[in-house]
């Protein structure tokens, strides 16, 4: 499955102005909830009528700024970004008519026996093409649709032209819901961004303005992702794990069997790929499910941003969210409580972590750092450490967890992957439930939030306010939580925590920040003994792009024995060893065991997913990625 960098999907709209095309009256694009299938059934075929239209979208609500373009309706009802849905049973022919009405050729992917961009049409300007394909394997699957590109790339007004196709097994299967990514941008060599305007979507609205999913305590969840944008989005879920059922690139999906599935809180959805996932709502309050690239949350994907600045006044629709400051990438979840609630723990054990900020730590970007209270750090008004301290946590023993807040920015602090009440959970304006609801900690301020960490693995904790600025900047901090009775024995576990030193004000162009390894950009070399069963913990939060990780013998990685994903442990039967390389996003987590088993110099390498060979060199406008930084890994008897 090929993924892109960052954005580079982009890089040919470099070359296009994309100015909005005449039109004669324009229409309103809907957003599309993908609640309901597009087409009829008759004599065992499903018949879809769509056509193309132009007009003006509103993915930052009715209030919020229009945009021109592209997009398909069913014939007679309005147009919908995404496309309509296409969801029917496994076996059935599925019939599109389809009508170009553009002054340009179409081309058209997804619809052909084998599904997928590999099987297109063309459709010639103000003609109509009949295709006809039967939906055999059950799955998640999309088409998408482009007038002739420009400059070598699909042009922004032809982003929204695709929409999902789902095959549900010919009898029986759960509801469900669909959603599928989506954006809009328009690249400006000469803004601060290197973005003109862009919005990130789910279902055709961007943050606030996203659909509220609304579960009762208990209810089992079901959703398929499909991803139709070129960059790939590490999708998050607060609170619960999810289990992984299916993954897909739109020509295949495979269903895993029960000994296939993880349960995961983030997984990566590439360019062009699916996934179908499940998971039991089971602690009421409001909760989130979000991109994990903290560029696809922030202003940067607002169409109120120009020149690398939010227009406060054009923003004022976005008022409801500017407590947490989030834009794109997020659903919210509401989870009505049904039943008897767990009484508030008692007993806690405090802990106080005090946030800081310097100015002018990476260039002119200020740096944060998480200090431990009582520690000889919090004395020392200098200390400034990158990862925060590990909190090493008891299974079953509630913490009482007192945030100061010394920084001058505000605060709200995430307790990513673990299973807790939604209150504490971290998302200032939005976790907790009606109107109690956990406020951002203000320059000098404080606040206590308690829960009892209900299972033992790696995870961790971060800012959830301005996340682009503070966690960039080192607000982080990796959790252990340890079995009861047990220690955490630093000599054989290893915590390997992964970031960026600031971030890239124009992540198209560049200049990229350098990666770090829990906090250096060369760290030290590091010492393992032979015959020891060391436990590396790797915990990323580095940036907008994928991270290869790899431990080497020379020039090939060594192997290493998955044991846990994003804290939970894996399958029996999935604990198998596999080579010591690691594409791991942002908001993932991944325990591996290693025993050494003969004295000699190894190395850890971390950096960029290399292009694939034969990817042309990039225009010079784009700066040099990050370089692959290079750990000496002494081994000895
Ligand atoms: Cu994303």
Not at 184 to 209: A, C, E, F, Q, Y
Not at 445 to 460: C, K, L, Q, W
Request: charged share 15%; with cysteine.
């Amino acid at each position: 499955m090929h993924r892109s960098k960052r954005f580079a999907a982009l890089i040919p709209l470099v070359l296009l102005t994309a100015g909005a095309r005449p039109v004669r009256a324009p229409e309103s694009i809907h957003a599309n909830e993908n609640r309901v299938a597009a087409g009829t059934l008759a004599n065992g075929v499903w018949t879809v009528r769509l056509e193309t239209r132009t007009g003006v979208w509103h993915p930052e609500g009715p209030e919020g700024r229009a945009i021109t373009v592209g997009a398909f309706a069913e014939v007679g009802k309005a147009a919908t970004a995404p496309g309509p849905l296409i969801r029917v049973r496994a076996g059935t022919t599925v019939h599109v008519l389809l009508q170009n009405n553009y002054d340009a050729p179409l081309t058209v992917s997804g619809f052909g026996k084998t599904r997928g961009a590999s099987d297109s049409t063309v459709i010639a300007p103000h003609a109509s093409a009949d295709v006809r394909f039967v939906a055999a394997s059950p799955g998640t699957y999309y088409y998408t649709a482009h007038r002739p590109p420009q400059g070598g790339n699909v042009a922004p007004e032809d982003l929204q032209l695709g929409g999902a196709i789902v095959v549900d097994p010919a009898s029986g299967s759960a509801a469900d819901r669909v959603f599928v990514i989506g954006w809009w941008l328009t690249v400006d060599p000469k803004s601060p961004t290197g973005l003109g305007r862009g919005t990130m979507t789910i279902n055709g609205l961007s943050w606030p303005h996203t659909e509220r999913l609304d579960y009762a305590q208990g209810d089992s969840v079901r959703w398929r992702v499909v991803n139709l944008t070129g960059a790939d989005h590490p999708m998050h879920l607060h609170g619960f794990y999810f289990r992984v059922n299916a993954r897909g690139d739109g020509i295949t999906d495979s269903l895993y069997t029960a000994e296939q599935q993880k349960m995961e809180v983030t997984q990566i959805v590439d360019p062009g790929a699916t996934m179908a996932v499940a998971w039991r709502a089971t602690q009421p309050g409001n909760w989130i499910f979000h991109c994990h690239y903290a560029t696809h949350l922030s202003t940067t994907v607002a169409l109120d941003t120009e020149n690398g600045e939010i227009d406060e006044s054009m923003a004022e629709h976005h008022r409801s969210d500017r407590p947490h400051q989030m834009y794109g990438l997020v659903m919210g979840i509401r989870v009505e409580p049904r039943g008897v609630q767990a009484a508030a723990p008692t007993g806690a054990r405090p802990i106080r972590l005090i946030v800081r900020e310097q100015p002018k730590v990476y260039g002119n970007q200020p740096g944060f750092s998480f200090v431990l209270g009582g520690t000889p750090d919090e004395l020392n008004r200098d200390a400034m450490p990158v990862p925060g301290p590990t909190l090493v946590l008891e299974r079953g023993k509630p913490v009482a967890i007192t945030i100061i807040n010394h920084s001058i920015d505000r605060a709200a602090v995430h307790w990513h992957g673990i299973e807790l009440e939604s209150y504490p959970d971290g998302v200032p304006g939005w976790s907790g439930a009606g109107t109690n609801v956990l406020p951002s900690i203000g320059p000098g301020d404080s606040i206590t939030v308690r829960f009892t960490p209900p299972r033992a693995g790696s995870f961790m904790y971060h800012s959830h306010f301005n996340e682009l600025r503070q966690i960039s900047a080192g607000l982080y901090g990796s959790i252990v939580v340890v079995e009861p009775g047990t220690r955490l024995n630093t000599e054989t576990d290893r915590l390997l925590f992964f970031g960026t030193a600031g971030y890239g004000i124009n992540p198209v162009f560049g200049p990229y920040p350098a990666f770090v390894m829990n906090g250096q950009t060369q760290p030290e070399p590091m010492n393992l003994k032979v015959g020891t069963k060391y436990r590396f913990r790797l915990f990323n939060l580095a940036g907008d792009e994928p991270l290869l990780v790899s431990l080497n013998a020379g020039a090939t990685p060594t192997a290493w024995l998955p044991v846990a994903k994003d804290g939970y442990p894996l399958q029996a039967a999935q604990v198998k060893s596999q080579a010591a390389k690691l594409v791991f996003d942002p908001g993932e987590i991944y325990d591996y065991e290693f025993t050494p088993t003969a004295s000699g110099e190894l190395t850890l390498s971390f950096g960029p997913v290399p292009d694939p060979p034969g990817t042309p060199p990039l225009p010079p406008i784009f700066q040099p990625r990050a370089p692959t930084v290079t750990v000496q890994v002494h081994v000895h008897q």
